[in-house]
C-alpha cells in the first residue's frame, strides 16, 4: 500500500471516531468529565455539549466535503484531538480520578496513559485526513482490501486504547454484579444532584460535599450533615450504582439523638405521584418527606430503657423494605456508633441483605 492509499481511509476512519464521541456526548446527563472539568459547575454541560456540536459538524465536513472545505476540518479535527490531549494530561494531574468523558457516560475510568495515547493516535490520524482532503464517502465507495485490512488494524489499536469498550460490554451483556461494579463517586454524586430528592432535601443539607461515602450492596451511600427545624441532623442518601437512570432514596435522622427522622424516595420515577412542588415548580423543601414513626422523644439512659422506650412509640417490626430499594427501619433511640462507621445514617438507609457497609475504594472515585 502506497502512502497516498493510507491517507485517503483516515477521513472516514476520524469521522467515526467524531460521530461515536459526539452521540455518547449527547445522551450523557452528567455534562461532566475530562477538559471540561476544568470549568466552572455550571459550564460543565454547556461545554460538553457545544464539544459534541463541533464533533458532528467535523464529522459530516470531512464525510461529505473535498477539497480545501475537507482539509480544513481535518486540521480542525487534529487540533481538538492534541488540545484534548493535553488538556487530559492537566486533568490527570490535577485529578487521578476524574474521568476522561470522551465517550459521554461510558467514560467510567480515570485519565490513564490509554486515554491520552489515543487522543495523540487520533491527531495524527486527523493531520493525514486534512491532507487527503476529506472526501470520506468516496473514499469509501473506492476502498480496496488492503485499505479495509489497514483500516481495521487502526480501529483495533484504538480498541486497544479505549477503556470505554469495558463500560459499553457490561452495559450490554450484563455479566458484571452492581456490587463490584466499578462506578465513580462522581458520577453517583452527580445522579443525587440531579434528582427531585436532593432538590427537595438541600434546604437541611450544609455544603456540597459528602462527610463520609460508603457502598452497601447495590447502592452508594452518601452522608451530609446539616440542620432541620433547628436540630443538627445527618442525611443520607443513597444512589443505586446500576440503571440508565439510577434511583435515589434519602434518609434524615437526629444527630444527638440517631432517631430516623423522616425517609424520602423518587416516586415521581417510579410511576407514582410527583413529589409536592411550589407555585415555581421546584420541589417543596418541607412536607415532602415521609415519617417513619411519631416525633422523636429524649433518648434515655443505656440499658433496658431503650427497649421500652422503642415500645413506648409503637416499633413493631424493625425495618420495611420497600420493592426494589433500600430498607429503612423505623426510628431507633439509643443507636451506637460500631467500629467507628456511621450507624446512625446508615440505620437509616440500608440495602437489608446483611451485609456490612463498606468504603468507597480509592478505585471506585
Avoid at 71 to 81: N, R, S, T
Avoid at 103 to 123: C, D, K, M, N
Amino acid at each position: 500500500m502506497t502512502p497516498a492509499e493510507l491517507i485517503q481511509i483516515q477521513p472516514p476512519l476520524v469521522a467515526l471516531l467524531l460521530l461515536l464521541g459526539a452521540a455518547a456526548k449527547a445522551v450523557d446527563r452528567t455534562g461532566g468529565g475530562g477538559p471540561v472539568s476544568l470549568l466552572p459547575g455550571a459550564l460543565h454541560r454547556p461545554a460538553s455539549a457545544a464539544t459534541a456540536l463541533l464533533e458532528a459538524a467535523l464529522a459530516v465536513l470531512l464525510l461529505s466535503a473535498a477539497g480545501p472545505v475537507g482539509a480544513a476540518a481535518g486540521w480542525a479535527a487534529a487540533g481538538l484531538f492534541a488540545f484534548s490531549a493535553v488538556l487530559l494530561a492537566v486533568v490527570r494531574r490535577r485529578d487521578p480520578q476524574m474521568n476522561c468523558g470522551c465517550f459521554g457516560g461510558l467514560s467510567t475510568e480515570p485519565v490513564g496513559w490509554r486515554t491520552i495515547a489515543r487522543a495523540a493516535v487520533l491527531a495524527v490520524a486527523a493531520v493525514g485526513a486534512a491532507v487527503a482532503g476529506g472526501g470520506g464517502l468516496q473514499a469509501l465507495a473506492g476502498l480496496t482490501g488492503a485499505q479495509a485490512a489497514v483500516g481495521a488494524a487502526e480501529l483495533a489499536v484504538l480498541a486497544v486504547l479505549s477503556p470505554e469498550l469495558r463500560e459499553a460490554a457490561v452495559r450490554v451483556f450484563g455479566r458484571e454484579a452492581c456490587a463490584v461494579r466499578r462506578v465513580p463517586v462522581r458520577r453517583s454524586l452527580a445522579r443525587l444532584r440531579r434528582s427531585e430528592v436532593w432538590r427537595a432535601n438541600r434546604v437541611v443539607v450544609d455544603g456540597t460535599d459528602p462527610v463520609d461515602v460508603w457502598r452497601h450492596g447495590c447502592w452508594r451511600l452518601m452522608r451530609f450533615t446539616g440542620r432541620r427545624n433547628g436540630r443538627p441532623v445527618d442525611a443520607v442518601f443513597a444512589v443505586e450504582l446500576r440503571g440508565r437512570r439510577p434511583r435515589v432514596r434519602a434518609a434524615v435522622s437526629d444527630a444527638e439523638t440517631r432517631v430516623t427522622l423522616a425517609v424520602l424516595g423518587e416516586v415521581a420515577e417510579e410511576g407514582g405521584a410527583p413529589l409536592p412542588r411550589t407555585t415555581g415548580g421546584a420541589p417543596q423543601a418541607t412536607g415532602t418527606v415521609v415519617p417513619t414513626g411519631p416525633p422523636a422523644v429524649p433518648a434515655p439512659s443505656e440499658g433496658a430503657g431503650d427497649e421500652g422506650a422503642e415500645q413506648e412509640r409503637g416499633g413493631g417490626p424493625e425495618g420495611a423494605e420497600e420493592p426494589g430499594g433500600p430498607r429503612v427501619p423505623r426510628a431507633r433511640v439509643g443507636a451506637h456508633r460500631a467500629g467507628g462507621q456511621a450507624s446512625g445514617p446508615s440505620a437509616g438507609i440500608s440495602t437489608g441483605n446483611g451485609a456490612g457497609a463498606s468504603k468507597a475504594s480509592s478505585s471506585d472515585r
